[in-house]
């Protein structure tokens, strides 16, 4: 692996957009730093932090891979992300979260997984493991969408961090909507039903849990339900016929049982939010409520 030239693109652009993450930044810098994969260029974006982060971040700037960046006015996280990735210089896109720790073999495992998967638009990885084979493997808008809606495993909760883009791609898809929390999750909706992903390898970055982060309720994660319900009746839905069906009848399974489990704690409110957000009508929720079925297999390819 060569070390990044200031006569050529890197091949990868790392970006950080970070908020008030003093605690954190520094570490989340060394990880990207010590990897074994040396060929990137590092871009942190503060968005107009009120502590310190901006000041550490610039103490790795004598680095000549990283970049830093200080926003004139706050974007919230995810135009500050696309923010960073319209900066990005190198062939490939990766998201690093500000209070996160990347494993040093990440960006080597996850930029030769899709090096040699022209046909897929990002790769993913996951906490642990993919179900039903080895990694890496090719998953298709019909495969992901089977994965997530008829198997145990979600492709389309993943975070951003778990996720390596051709930076041309992601531009192409149009970045992530800003439509608060859950707009990492609503593009994945969306761009799984048109792109090719490669899984890769999971645990390759560790995700931090902290009393600074936050915490997200069922108001937060409203328009994801209505995203997928809706994406479930579209024209270029990757499913269809009985898989399909079988889908819907899981979705609402899966939105009635998130909304039962906070009026079982006594959120009554949130309970409500989630079956009113989902945007599934009475009419359809007669028609699919029904006990779910899933499978491992599903979305596996052959071997």
């Keep these: 692996m060569s070390t990044t030239s200031p006569n050529r693109p890197p091949k990868v652009s790392v970006v950080i957009a970070a908020y008030n993450r003093e605690k954190y930044i520094a570490a989340a810098i060394e990880s990207v730093l010590r ?13 107009c932090s009120r502590d310190r982060t901006a000041e550490i971040a610039q103490g790795y700037a004598a680095d000549p891979r990283v970049s830093v ?22 062939e490939f896109l990766k ?4 209070d996160d720790i990347m494993y040093p073999h990440c960006l080597q495992v996850m930029v ?4 040699a998967e022209p046909r897929a638009a990002f790769a993913v990885s996951c906490f642990k493991r993919w179900v039903g084979g ?7 808008p019909a495969q992901t969408y089977q994965r997530d809606l008829l198997g145990a495993e979600g492709i389309m909760w993943a975070a951003p961090g778990h996720l390596l883009f051709r930076t041309e791609a992601f531009r192409r898809l149009g970045g992530f909507p800003d439509l608060g929390t859950a707009s990492d999750s609503i593009f994945l909706v969306r761009a799984c039903a048109m792109e090719n992903v490669v899984l890769v ?7 931090r849990v902290h009393n600074e982060q936050q915490i997200f309720g069922a108001e937060d994660w409203s328009a994801r339900y209505a ?5 479930l009746h579209q024209p270029e839905c990757p499913l269809t016929g009985h898989e399909l069906e079988q889908a819907r009848r899981n979705w609402c399974w899966r939105v009635g049982r998130y909304a039962w489990e906070e009026i079982r704690r006594g959120r009554w409110k949130a309970g409500f939010t989630i079956v009113r957000s989902a945007k599934i009508s009475p009419g359809e929720w007669v028609q699919y409520w029904r006990r779910p079925r899933r499978s491992d297999a599903a979305g596996v390819p052959p071997y």
């Design 35 to 47: 990897q074994t994969f040396t060929d990137f260029e590092l871009l942190v974006v503060d968005d």
């Design 69 to 90: 960046y200080v926003n004139d006015h706050n974007l919230k996280q995810f135009p500050n992300r696309n923010h960073g990735a319209s900066l990005a210089r190198g």
């Design 95 to 98: 998201f690093h979260d500000s």
């Design 112 to 115: 030769g997984a899709l090096d």
């Design 134 to 140: 080895p990694c890496p493997a090719l998953s298709t």
């Design 201 to 207: 390898p999971a645990d390759l970055f560790w995700y």
């Design 227 to 231: 995203e997928m319900w809706s994406a």
